[in-house]
């Protein structure tokens, strides 16, 4: 069953949500500060403006007296300002200024009031806010100064609308975008998901979709599918391996049964007696099929690897030249070993040494001289040119392999036509190549002109 994800439910919507949330908390923040100071330092400007006026108007009092004031008030109320001015006596009658009444919410001596006011005649008027300071002169006068501050509260409302509505904007536009964004995401997830399902149905084939865009999801898909395709190629490996299986010890298995069957009809003893030699004969060749296959499923799968050790690998080399030497000069033939310097690899001793036995013992099978009919095997280590591996030969003077072939001697149960005569398994190489893998190195084949040179690297410790 396939299940499709919502859209608002994708890490990528919440990540651009929580994202943009402190984002418009930070930019909020910021512009609300700038607000605040703005409108604070345009109050602070109009209540200076206020101060300086009752500042003049007092010190005019005490110079000139009440007609000194008057005179002033008179004087600037005629100017239109948009400053207000109300002078009253003791008794709250009006002496000057151009607002009617006193507001009735005046606190006391040298106090803020808010008040409304009004402004035009007839059908045209309007109200609007006055901001005014309120001080008591002496003889019982009361002085009354402010100003009409609806332009500025206008502006500040402007402003917080303004700040208001680009926040609002601000997260409508990143919603939209996170939900656009996140939809996009999905449908890269979603068809990721569906080649992932397809692949757990059967399907090895099918690989994770990759937009070429190189970002993050490409490359997981990237990495995803060269595990795929080595996964497959592992399954295809199985495959071939359990079909080989069969089929090359279906025919040892059978002559087993059937020469087991032949003795028990027999009642001859030397009859029994070779039956069973033959028989443990036949079992010891499955048995060594058995151990070779072992031995490259824990190569390929890395279990030997807390065997590794720091070994020179030239004296690998050498000692198995010593083991061979004798076998090569009794079937008439010689096996040289020019392996001097010391060569340091971090591998394990006893899979190198049976890597190398593997190679002599095919040179030894399949690399007779045609002219001669008799074995010439050359054994090799040096460094490479530039110093980084050990480079490793075993050289032969048979008739060679075609180039075609080279790559498909490494695999399993694999036997050219002129091996299907000589005793063997056709594991052997494909052991070499896994213990290859295993330590970071490479098998490769090359023509020795005549015969076949098996090369194999390993990296050096450095």
């Given at each position: 069953?396939?299940?499709?994800?919502?859209?608002?439910?994708?890490?990528?919507?919440?990540?651009?949500?929580?994202?943009?949330?402190?984002?418009?908390?930070?930019?909020?923040?910021?512009?609300?500060?700038?607000?605040?100071?703005?409108?604070?330092?345009?109050?602070?400007?109009?209540?200076?403006?206020?101060?300086?006026?009752?500042?003049?108007?007092?010190?005019?009092?005490?110079?000139?007296?009440?007609?000194?004031?008057?005179?002033?008030?008179?004087?600037?109320?005629?100017?239109?300002?948009?400053?207000?001015?109300?002078?009253?006596?003791?008794?709250?009658?009006?002496?000057?200024?151009?607002?009617?009444?006193?507001?009735?919410?005046?606190?006391?001596?040298?106090?803020?009031?808010?008040?409304?006011?009004?402004?035009?005649?007839?059908?045209?008027?309007?109200?609007?806010?006055?901001?005014?300071?309120?001080?008591?002169?002496?003889?019982?006068?009361?002085?009354?100064?402010?100003?009409?501050?609806?332009?500025?509260?206008?502006?500040?409302?402007?402003?917080?609308?303004?700040?208001?509505?680009?926040?609002?904007?601000?997260?409508?536009?990143?919603?939209?975008?996170?939900?656009?964004?996140?939809?996009?995401?999905?449908?890269?997830?979603?068809?990721?998901?569906?080649a992932s399902r397809a692949i757990m149905d059967g399907d090895l084939s099918q690989r994770m979709p990759v937009k070429g865009s190189n970002d993050e999801l490409d490359r997981l898909s990237q990495s995803l599918n060269e595990m795929l395709g080595q996964i497959e190629r592992l399954m295809a490996g199985m495959k071939e391996v359990s079909s080989n299986v069969a089929h090359d010890l279906r025919t040892p298995l059978t002559r087993l049964r059937a020469r087991t069957e032949a003795a028990l009809r027999s009642n001859n003893a030397q009859e029994h007696r070779v039956a069973l030699q033959q028989t443990i004969t036949e079992s010891d060749q499955l048995l060594a099929t058995f151990n070779a296959l072992l031995s490259i499923a824990r190569a390929e799968a890395g279990q030997s690897r807390e065997g590794l050790t720091d070994i020179d690998v030239s004296t690998v080399l050498t000692e198995v030249a010593e083991l061979y030497e004798p076998l090569v000069e009794e079937a008439g033939g010689t096996l040289e070993c020019r392996a001097i310097e010391p060569l340091l690899v971090h591998a394990d001793r006893q899979l190198l040494a049976q890597a190398f036995s593997n190679l002599v013992d095919n040179a030894m099978k399949y690399g007779l001289d045609p002219a001669t009919e008799k074995v010439a095997i050359a054994l090799t280590a040096q460094r490479s040119e530039d110093g980084s591996s050990a480079i490793i030969t075993?050289?032969?003077?048979?008739?060679?392999?075609?180039?075609?072939?080279?790559?498909?001697?490494?695999?399993?149960?694999?036997?050219?036509?002129?091996?299907?005569?000589?005793?063997?398994?056709?594991?052997g190489l494909s052991l070499v190549a896994s213990v290859m893998k295993l330590h970071g190195g490479t098998l490769k084949f090359a023509d020795a002109g005549p015969g076949l040179q098996a090369i194999l690297e390993l990296p050096l410790q450095r």
């Amino acid at each position: 069953m396939q299940i499709k994800a919502s859209t608002f439910k994708t890490t990528a919507f919440k990540l651009v949500a929580l994202y943009l949330l402190i984002f418009a908390l930070s930019v909020g923040a910021i512009l609300g500060y700038v607000f605040w100071n703005t409108a604070l330092l345009l109050e602070r400007q109009a209540e200076e403006t206020i101060r300086s006026e009752v500042q003049a108007l007092g010190d005019q009092y005490r110079l000139r007296g009440l007609r000194g004031v008057v005179d002033i008030i008179e004087r600037r109320s005629a100017d239109q300002t948009g400053t207000i001015f109300l002078l009253d006596n003791a008794r709250g009658d009006r002496v000057t200024g151009n607002l009617v009444d006193m507001p009735p919410n005046i606190l006391g001596n040298g106090t803020w009031v808010d008040f409304p006011i009004t402004l035009g005649k007839g059908q045209h008027q309007i109200r609007h806010t006055a901001h005014a300071y309120h001080v008591e002169l002496p003889d019982g006068f009361r002085l009354l100064v402010g100003r009409d501050v609806e332009e500025l509260r206008t502006f500040r409302n402007l402003i917080k609308n303004t700040l208001l509505w680009a926040l609002g904007l601000t997260m409508a536009l990143g919603l939209g975008g996170g939900y656009l964004t996140s939809r996009n995401f999905l449908r890269r997830v979603d068809a990721i998901t569906d080649a992932s399902r397809a692949i757990m149905d059967g399907d090895l084939s099918q690989r994770m979709p990759v937009k070429g865009s190189n970002d993050e999801l490409d490359r997981l898909s990237q990495s995803l599918n060269e595990m795929l395709g080595q996964i497959e190629r592992l399954m295809a490996g199985m495959k071939e391996v359990s079909s080989n299986v069969a089929h090359d010890l279906r025919t040892p298995l059978t002559r087993l049964r059937a020469r087991t069957e032949a003795a028990l009809r027999s009642n001859n003893a030397q009859e029994h007696r070779v039956a069973l030699q033959q028989t443990i004969t036949e079992s010891d060749q499955l048995l060594a099929t058995f151990n070779a296959l072992l031995s490259i499923a824990r190569a390929e799968a890395g279990q030997s690897r807390e065997g590794l050790t720091d070994i020179d690998v030239s004296t690998v080399l050498t000692e198995v030249a010593e083991l061979y030497e004798p076998l090569v000069e009794e079937a008439g033939g010689t096996l040289e070993c020019r392996a001097i310097e010391p060569l340091l690899v971090h591998a394990d001793r006893q899979l190198l040494a049976q890597a190398f036995s593997n190679l002599v013992d095919n040179a030894m099978k399949y690399g007779l001289d045609p002219a001669t009919e008799k074995v010439a095997i050359a054994l090799t280590a040096q460094r490479s040119e530039d110093g980084s591996s050990a480079i490793i030969t075993i050289t032969d003077k048979g008739r060679g392999v075609d180039a075609k072939d080279h790559a498909r001697m490494q695999d399993r149960f694999v036997r050219l036509d002129e091996s299907r005569t000589k005793p063997g398994n056709g594991l052997g190489l494909s052991l070499v190549a896994s213990v290859m893998k295993l330590h970071g190195g490479t098998l490769k084949f090359a023509d020795a002109g005549p015969g076949l040179q098996a090369i194999l690297e390993l990296p050096l410790q450095r």
